[in-house]
């Protein structure tokens, strides 16, 4: 039921037939527009009682499934849930197709079992119900563009919507509206949207959903425009990479060693404090393998690259990687397997996680057309690293909270140069396959894939162009990270307040004692880290990053963001302590980065000395004079794109860690270890910066 859920800045948008073909309208705005002044509250029904007393009754085959599959109590029970129903016409639409499927392939026994809901297996009952619901709520009036819903369903997949504009024409199609729609899985339209009850939310939708069950090499296999890529996978054996998907060594989480709470989320948390809050944090149950491709279409390849069969491919990689040409195929380093590997991240990345893109996060944002959004990842092909960049133009309005995928320029692979200034390297853009296709299946049951219209290279020039600073945000320092559903979640309220940790051996990238808490957090607009990514680690911690590599040879400066929050001081709470870092290379010994850090110290602190922006930014020179002093003491000021943010005129800085000579062919790895009894430090990024830039002729920018 709809009575008021926020204010919205526009009326409801009527338009002619003129304003359509000049493509004039946001679709962030549309949903507003279409329920403007309003928000919500329960009708005073819980899901049951919404889908079984409904007065259509059009969901009576929804209901029975419900109950067949046991997840009846529930639709009944506290807590917080979605559930997309599909109407009565949805599952006999649904029913109708599987049938016709099984009896074209031959298998009529499989034909049978959809003859009706009541012939439908266990098994299927349980996937239908299951693909439906998700422990947590989601609402259309908090949906943007397109992307992945935070929260996993009842299956543990993830399902991903699209929005577009409808046209509404009046009888006389003399003039129309837009209305707001979306696309669940690119399959089912929400066709009423946030009917709020006591425990939830329903969004009625026209299909079935229907996930797939592949693995990622099975739906390149499907696309009839990705042949060469899929015929690629399985000579280099990447196939059998790209179909893991459990651990099965993992151990799993003991249930009662954990304290049972935020029962919405149907997990098992543990209970720890910081200085000044309280937060739950859960042990992922399973070890997911997931994965990101991105795939170069047969009819670009063929068209632009004259590149026809798998044979054509390999040749091309020669080309590119000539030291890998004379190698078998599913040798690592053979030039196939190289080229392959470099378009395939460990992580799974939705459309809306390849960057930051919460609008309360870029709300906080500065400069958006002098610095990309950014990310860097490492892929499969060893040694490397691609940055992944949304290039957005600089809003017309203050509110930047308002800004959309209309807003963007793009999302770009090894982009150089900002929407302000020149673009050195273009990069190259990443593609939704809805662009392309509707009907092609880009979401497997362990990944994802995109389309690009450029081979990615790993060459001498896509080296070069990622000679760069290198901001490694601590929620992409791990695929497990991603993989676990820990990265991107954005707080909205005190339910949202839990974090997400990892057992000793089981967290690729990461290693540490006993002792040792690491947590990755949820985001927080208000906090002092930069695109809210922060991982917070506690007690006598003792922890070893693997750093990402480097593009090329060189001598590169390592940083680390730190928020000593000294104004706590005062208070009794000071929870950060002094914390040693060692620096060493594969095989090698740990070396001290000079003396312990003290995580305690306030920017205005004698041994750090920045002065306030306020005091001295009209002054070029006197800036410069600061910065110069700081960085003889090791330290820098906090990225200028979130300097109003929080505390980080006070608290928030760089401390540089090392200067180490590093190669492109090496594995170097930051230790951190707590030297008092116990201590914090919330840990948001790691700069890795090559010597001509730290040390250039022209000064490094304050981005």
């Known amino acids: 039921m709809k009575i008021n859920k926020r204010f919205f800045r526009k009326s409801v948008l009527t338009a002619a037939v003129a304003v359509t073909a000049m493509g004039i309208f946001s679709c962030s705005d549309l949903w507003s527009e279409q329920h403007p002044g309003t928000y919500y509250v329960n009708s005073g029904n819980t899901l049951a009682t919404f889908l079984?007393?409904?007065?259509?009754?059009?969901?009576?085959?929804?209901?029975?499934?419900?109950?067949?599959?046991?997840?009846?109590?529930?639709?009944?029970?506290?807590?917080?849930?979605?559930?997309?129903?599909?109407?009565?016409?949805?599952?006999?639409?649904?029913?109708?197709?599987?049938?016709?499927?099984?009896?074209?392939a031959g298998k009529d026994s499989i034909a049978k079992t959809f003859e009706s809901i009541e012939t439908l297996t266990d098994i299927v009952i349980d996937s239908i119900a299951k693909t439906h619901l998700c422990a947590a709520t989601f609402y259309c009036s908090d949906m943007s563009g397109d992307g992945a819903f935070p929260s996993p369903n009842m299956l543990d997949r993830y399902l991903t919507y699209m929005s577009y504009a409808e046209t509404i024409w009046t009888e006389a199609r003399d003039t129309f509206k837009l209305k707001l729609a979306f696309r669940v899985n690119q399959q089912s339209k929400i066709i009423e949207d946030d009917d709020s009850v006591q425990n939830g939310v329903v969004q009625i939708?026209?299909?079935?959903?229907?996930?797939?069950?592949?693995?990622?090499?099975?739906?390149?296999?499907?696309?009839?425009?990705?042949?060469?890529?899929?015929?690629?996978?399985?000579?280099?054996?990447?196939?059998?990479?790209?179909?893991?998907?459990?651990?099965?060594?993992?151990?799993?989480?003991?249930?009662?060693?954990?304290?049972?709470?935020?029962?919405?989320?149907?997990?098992?948390?543990?209970?720890?404090?910081?200085?000044?809050?309280?937060?739950?944090?859960?042990?992922?149950?399973?070890?997911?393998f997931k994965f990101t491709m991105f795939v170069v279409p047969d009819s670009i390849l063929a068209d632009e690259y004259n590149i026809h069969t798998l044979s054509d491919l390999k040749n091309f990689a020669a080309t590119v990687y000539p030291e890998g040409a004379g190698l078998p195929d599913k040798d690592r380093g053979s030039s196939i397997n190289k080229f392959l590997s470099y378009h395939i991240l460990p992580s799974y990345l939705t459309w809306d996680q390849l960057n930051t893109s919460q609008p309360e996060l870029i709300a906080n944002r500065k400069y958006l057309d002098e610095l990309d959004v950014e990310d860097f990842f490492e892929t499969m092909l060893p040694h490397s690293i691609m940055r992944i960049s949304t290039a957005y133009k600089k809003p017309s309005y203050s509110d930047k909270s308002q800004i959309t995928d209309n807003e963007k320029y793009g999302i770009f692979i090894n982009r150089r140069g900002t929407v302000k200034l020149d673009?050195?390297?273009?990069?190259?853009?990443?593609?939704?396959?809805?662009?392309?296709?509707?009907?092609?299946?880009?979401?497997?049951?362990?990944?994802?894939?995109?389309?690009?219209?450029?081979?990615?290279?790993?060459?001498?020039?896509?080296?070069?162009?990622?000679?760069?600073?290198?901001?490694?945000?601590?929620?992409?320092?791990?695929?497990?990270?991603?993989?676990?559903?820990?990265?991107?979640?954005?707080?909205?309220?005190?339910?949202?307040?839990?974090?997400?940790?990892?057992?000793?051996?089981f967290c690729k990238n990461v290693e540490c004692t006993p002792e040792t808490e690491f947590w990755v957090r949820y985001r927080d607009a208000s906090f002092g880290t930069v695109y809210g990514d922060e991982m917070t680690i506690k007690n006598v911690y003792d922890i070893t990053f693997k750093l990402p590599s480097v593009p090329v040879d060189g001598t590169y400066e390592i940083?680390?963001?730190?928020?000593?929050?000294?104004?706590?001081?005062?208070?009794?709470?000071?929870?950060?302590?002094?914390?040693?870092?060692y620096f060493k290379g594969q095989g090698e010994q740990w070396?001290?980065?000079?003396?312990?850090?003290?995580?305690?110290?306030?920017?205005?602190?004698?041994?750090?000395?920045?002065?306030?922006?306020?005091?001295?930014?009209?002054?070029?020179?006197?800036?410069?004079?600061?910065?110069?002093?700081?960085?003889?003491?090791?330290?820098?000021r906090a990225p200028d794109i979130y300097k109003d943010l929080n505390a980080n005129e006070t608290d928030c800085h760089r401390k540089i860690i090392t200067n180490q000579y590093m190669r492109a062919d090496g594995t170097y790895y930051l230790r951190l270890r707590q030297i008092l009894e116990a201590g914090v430090i919330p840990f948001s990024f790691i700069e890795i910066v090559p010597k001509d830039i730290y040390a250039g002729e022209t000064p490094e920018d304050r981005h």
Not at 451 to 479: F, G, Q
Not at 562 to 581: C, E, M, P, T
């Open 591 to 636: 070396q001290p980065c000079d003396i312990p850090v003290d995580l305690r110290l306030s920017n205005k602190s004698p041994l750090i000395g920045l002065v306030k922006w306020d005091d001295i930014k009209n002054d070029e020179e006197l800036i410069l004079q600061n910065e110069r002093a700081t960085r003889n003491l090791g330290y820098m």
């Open 52 to 104: 079984e007393n409904h007065p259509s009754g059009q969901f009576s085959d929804f209901v029975y499934i419900l109950k067949k599959a046991g997840v009846w109590g529930e639709m009944k029970s506290y807590g917080e849930h979605t559930c997309f129903a599909p109407t009565n016409e949805a599952v006999q639409q649904y029913l109708k197709e599987r049938k016709e499927e099984a009896l074209a």
């Open 423 to 505: 673009n050195l390297i273009p990069g190259i853009q990443i593609h939704q396959l809805k662009d392309y296709a509707m009907n092609i299946e880009d979401d497997a049951l362990n990944g994802h894939y995109y389309y690009v219209t450029e081979p990615l290279l790993y060459n001498t020039a896509t080296r070069n162009t990622l000679k760069m600073r290198m901001r490694i945000m601590t929620c992409t320092l791990s695929p497990d990270f991603i993989n676990s559903g820990a990265r991107g979640r954005l707080r909205k309220t005190d339910k949202d307040r839990y974090t997400v940790g990892y057992l000793p051996g």
């Open 559 to 581: 940083r680390i963001w730190n928020n000593s929050i000294f104004s706590l001081k005062s208070q009794g709470k000071q929870d950060r302590g002094v914390a040693q870092f």
């Open 205 to 288: 939708i026209d299909r079935v959903l229907r996930p797939s069950n592949k693995f990622l090499p099975g739906l390149l296999k499907d696309n009839p425009n990705a042949q060469i890529f899929y015929e690629a996978l399985i000579a280099t054996g990447l196939k059998d990479s790209l179909e893991l998907f459990q651990d099965p060594d993992y151990p799993g989480v003991s249930y009662d060693s954990t304290l049972l709470c935020f029962q919405q989320t149907g997990k098992n948390k543990l209970k720890y404090t910081t200085s000044v809050e309280t937060e739950y944090g859960t042990i992922p149950e399973k070890r997911q």
